[in-house]
T-cell receptor
Framework: LAKTTQPISMDSYEGQEVNITCSHN???????ITWYQQFPSQGPRFIIQ???TKVTNEVASLFIPADRKSSTLSLPRVSLSDTAVYYC??????????FGAGTRLAVHP | EAQVTQNPRYLITVTGKKLTVTCSQN?????MSWYRQDPGLGLRQIYY???????DKGDVPEGYKVSRKEKRNFPLILESPSPNQTSLYFC???????????????FGPGTRLTVL
């Protein structure tokens, strides 16, 4: 299971693009990279998943370099409602899922 | 509406009084799991189930039991709750196993448990 490292917290302002990078040096060949968003007292919500290169959906983009040892979640033009904790998950140990500490994003007016 | 439901949402109980938190999903998902979330410790997996009658321990299974008699239900049982089990609990499900591709986990709304 690849250990992940993310910044503990980040600050941004409304309308800015936010990039959150996750390091996963020991990622396995068949591991996927998944990001979740969690608001206070709510369950995490799936944002995006990818294996390599770039993935984009209606809420975010995920950039994965060729060596796959890191990944970057990009949130375009954030708003106050994007204030949340963001988790990067890589692979699974057997069939267990392990969430790291996540990145606490604060968006300011 | 596709969803994971948990009951109760809030529960205050006393040490030693057995309790069950129910979890149900209506998406015909194979994989279900329980997590607890504590300040500073993030989300930790308690138990998971890969299918009916197949359950296994997560990272923090002590003091908990689960069962999977039907595909849609995955109750969490605390036989003798203690104050250190005061926490926010989440149930989750996914269509496929976590090692598979596109293994989106759907989480329930959470159950806040206080054990006095």
């Amino acid at each position: 299971l690849a250990k992940t490292t993310q910044p503990i917290s980040m600050d941004s302002y409304e309308g800015q693009e936010v990039n959150i990078t996750c390091s996963h040096n020991n990622i396995a060949t068949n591991d996927y990279i998944t990001w979740y968003q969690q608001f206070p007292s709510q369950g995490p919500r799936f944002i995006i998943q990818g294996y390599k290169t770039k993935v984009t959906n209606e809420v975010a983009s995920l950039f994965i370099p060729a060596d796959r040892k890191s990944s970057t979640l990009s949130l375009p033009r954030v708003s106050l409602s994007d204030t949340a904790v963001y988790y990067c998950l890589v692979g699974a140990l057997d069939n267990k899922l392990i969430f790291g500490a996540g990145t606490r994003l604060a968006v300011h007016p | 509406e596709a969803q994971v439901t948990q009951n109760p949402r809030y529960l205050i109980t006393v040490t030693g009084k057995k309790l069950t938190v129910t979890c149900s999903q209506n998406m015909n998902h194979e994989y279900m799991s329980w997590y607890r979330q504590d300040p500073g410790l993030g989300l930790r997996q308690i138990y998971y189930s890969m299918n009916v009658e197949v359950t296994d321990k997560g990272d923090v299974p002590e003091g908990y039991k689960v069962s999977r008699k039907e595909k849609r239900n995955f109750p969490l049982i605390l036989e003798s709750p203690s104050p250190n089990q005061t926490s926010l609990y989440f149930c989750a499900s996914s269509l496929v196993l976590p090692r598979s591709s596109y293994n989106e986990q759907f989480f329930g709304p959470g159950t806040r448990l206080t054990v006095l």
